[in-house]
Nanobody
């Protein structure tokens, strides 16, 4: 599976961005997809996941602000990020796994290259 993340950029606090992750190489609709992020000087952390059944899960810090979704005919994963905060500044990665809903990066087999999100205060 090849994953290509895009949509990052510089935005002011309170603004919005939508990240996209284009997938190829395997039946996208059968995979659980996830978003992770790595802030400067910190470990990579789980952000959100969506299973092939469209079950979703989020880290507490983004609940109510971020929405993960998928468009199976387009083989694309999305992360709509609203009410962005400076603490959301990080490189965001999309990932894929044949497993069910998964929060641990160790459960993901395939990774995109990352897209930078910078939120200014």
């Amino acid at each position: 599976v090849q994953l290509q993340a895009s949509g990052g950029g510089l935005v002011q606090a309170g603004g919005s961005l939508r990240l996209s992750c284009a997938a190829s190489g395997r039946i996208f609709s059968s995979l659980t997809m996830g978003w992770f992020r790595r802030a400067p000087g910190k470990e990579r952390e789980f952000v959100a996941t969506i299973s092939w059944r469209r079950n979703t899960d989020y880290v507490d810090s983004v609940k109510g602000r971020f929405t993960i979704s998928r468009d199976n005919p387009k083989n694309t994963l999305y992360l709509q990020m609203n009410s962005l905060e400076p603490e959301d500044t990080a490189v965001y990665y999309c990932a894929a796994t044949p497993a069910g809903v998964a929060r641990s990066d160790r459960q993901y087999n395939y990774w995109g290259q990352g897209t930078q999100v910078t939120v200014s205060s």
